[in-house]
């Protein structure tokens, strides 16, 4: 791997995420102008984990299929009931929501953002994007493990350490334009997705607001 050019060792890196079960994604990325840190586990089927918005709420997200649940504090929904100063009647309405999962509709406009953090191709490829001429950079490590970096445009178009010990994934990135950094590891490992139980769910009754995620 460490031979073969910059192109070429970026290309297999894809391939082998493209290739991958599962995978976990921890970091911080920026999306649509707003600054996300990320803790998911995902595979085809769905994925699950935790979401926290700069200057906003941390929710959790899982996805089965296309069933996508939102759970989320108090904070995370008074503010969908009230905006940023909500009143005590918004608390309280907030507090019947708390560490329940919410269904999200599929007609809801949160479910076109939300299920992005949860779809490990569409997002691993969101990730793995870079813009410029690729060069090679310098070898390190890890998390112990033996890495490549290739970079694009000088760095400034992102950077990727691709794996010297067994397949080549992709194990960190720094996205082009300093949107985020991010750490992808745990490649093909299993785990259980399940849909949350009926007395866990509660219907919100109204549309989530995209706005309120995030400051």
Request: charged share 30%; aromatic share 6%.
């Amino acid at each position: 791997m460490g031979k073969l050019s910059a192109g070429k060792i970026e290309k297999k890196a894809k391939a082998a995420a493209g290739k991958a079960a599962a995978v976990r994604v921890s970091g911080r990325v920026v999306s649509k102008g707003r600054t996300y840190r990320l803790s998911m586990r995902l595979k085809g089927s769905g994925g699950v984990g935790e979401v926290s918005a700069k200057g906003g709420s941390t929710f959790q997200l899982l996805r089965v299929k296309r069933d996508l649940y939102l759970k989320a504090g108090t904070g995370f929904w008074a503010r969908q009931e009230g905006g940023k100063q909500p009143a005590r009647s918004d608390i309280a309405a907030a507090r019947k929501l708390k560490d329940k999962y919410v269904k999200v509709p599929h007609q809801d406009p949160a479910y076109a953002q939300l299920s992005g953090f949860t779809d490990m191709r569409s997002l691993l490829d969101g990730l793995l994007a870079m813009e410029g001429k690729r060069a090679k950079g310098k070898r390190a490590e890890v998390a112990g493990v033996r890495t490549i970096r290739v970079t694009a445009g000088g760095g400034s178009g992102g950077t990727i350490d691709v794996s010297l010990d067994g397949a080549p994934y992709p194990l960190r990135l720094q996205r082009a334009g300093g949107a985020g950094t991010v750490r992808l590891s745990d490649w093909n490992d299993d785990f259980a997705l399940h849909a949350p139980r009926r007395d866990e769910t509660v219907d919100y009754g109204k549309q989530i607001s995209p706005e309120q995620h995030g400051g």
